[in-house]
């Protein structure tokens, strides 16, 4: 499957951006999709994961209740609603596509190219 991050861009404190990835190749049915971002000289970190079939959602703490992730099997793609916006939340974002749910990024196996979101104070 191949995957396709879009949506970013240059946002103030408190605004608003919402992520999609559109996948091609193969139906996501089978998939757990995560979303995953890393800052410069940072680590790639986990953000949130969706199940295909189910819409089971698992977030990090430090965005629950301001990012929503979510699916349109009609569309093959996965969103990624994010809210009140902070300066700390500037990274480049990565979408992945892989059999389990995980925090681990290389537990996904498929990748798209990131998208940058930077949020300015």
């Known amino acids: 499957v191949q995957l396709q991050a879009s949506g970013g861009g240059l946002v103030q404190a408190g605004g608003s951006l919402r992520l999609s990835c559109a996948a091609s190749g193969r139906t996501l049915n089978n998939y757990w999709v995560g979303w995953f971002r890393q800052a410069p000289g940072k680590e790639r970190e986990f953000v949130a994961a969706i199940s295909y079939i189910g819409g089971r959602t698992y977030y990090t703490d430090y965005v629950k209740g301001r990012f929503t992730i979510s699916r349109d099997n009609t569309k093959n793609t996965v969103y990624l609603q994010m809210n009140s916006l902070k300066p700390e939340d500037t990274a480049v974002y990565y979408c992945?596509?892989?059999?389990?749910?995980?925090?681990?990024?290389?537990?996904?196996?498929?990748w798209g190219l990131g998208t940058q979101v930077t949020v300015s104070s």
């Open positions: 992945a596509a892989g059999p389990v749910m995980s925090r681990n990024p290389p537990s996904y196996n498929a």
